[in-house]
């Protein structure tokens, strides 16, 4: 199964010899944080879920992520900000 495939997830299972049960308990036993699944076709592996109106507006895809833990977030936007601010400096 090639990425980007229009398969169904009934295709996707059997491609792979699993079971919606199955493929759940394995996604289960990968999280260690709260996570946020997109619901999505397997066509669709590649797409980011970008908001359709500001796309065209920008010409651009959009990386946005849910936020799930503020202060990993903040964190994560600090170390991005420090890191712009030294390599502006050089």
């Given at each position: 199964m090639g990425l980007g495939n229009k398969n169904s997830f009934d295709e996707f299972f059997s491609n792979f010899q699993l079971n919606e049960n199955t493929y759940l308990l394995a996604l289960q036993c990968t999280l260690q944080k709260p996570t946020l699944?997109?619901?999505c076709k397997p066509c669709d592996?590649?797409?980011n879920s970008?908001?359709?109106?500001?796309?065209p507006l920008w010409e651009t895809?959009?990386?946005a992520q849910y936020i799930l833990h503020p202060y990993a977030t903040v964190a994560y936007i600090t170390l991005i900000?420090?890191?712009t601010y030294?390599?502006?400096l050089q």
């Open positions: 699944f997109l619901k592996i590649r797409t970008f908001n359709i109106h500001a796309r895809n959009i990386d900000t420090n890191y030294c390599i502006q």
